[in-house]
């Protein structure tokens, strides 16, 4: 059974820093990338940032400079450090995971979310 946990949300100031960690437990599947989206109040989910199993990451615009996405391979668990976090990033923040099967066929798995408020 596939299982998203993620970690590290809160409240910070800005200008701080925070960690989000996601572990995953994927049975039988194989990992070909797990990344982070967000989705504000009102607004649609986006992608935040990911990573690929060969290690090609993918940034949004928003955060690139800030943000950096790295994993503990052995521990299935990406990690995402947020540094000079600004208002408009609060938001919950999910754990994605695309999953590929025996057969070559690819699903995407979704954490909970963690609740992060960059507020003064």
């Known amino acids: 059974q596939v299982q998203l946990v993620e970690s590290g949300g809160g409240l910070v100031q800005p200008g701080g820093s925070l960690r989000l960690s996601c572990a995953a437990s994927?049975?039988?599947?194989?990992?070909?990338?797990m990344g982070w989206y967000r989705q504000g109040p009102g607004q649609e989910r986006e992608l935040v940032a990911g990573l690929s199993s060969g290690g090609s990451t993918v940034y949004a615009d928003s955060v690139k400079g800030r943000f950096t996405i790295s994993r503990d391979s052995a521990k299935n668990t990406v990690h995402l450090q947020m540094n000079t976090l600004k208002p408009e990033d609060t938001a919950v923040y999910l754990c994605?995971?695309?999953?590929?099967?025996?057969?070559?066929?690819?699903?995407?798995?979704w954490g909970q979310g963690t609740q992060v408020t960059v507020s003064s």
């Open positions: 994927t049975g039988s599947f194989f990992i070909n990338a």
């Open positions: 994605n995971a695309d999953l590929r099967n025996q057969y070559g066929l690819v699903k995407k798995y």
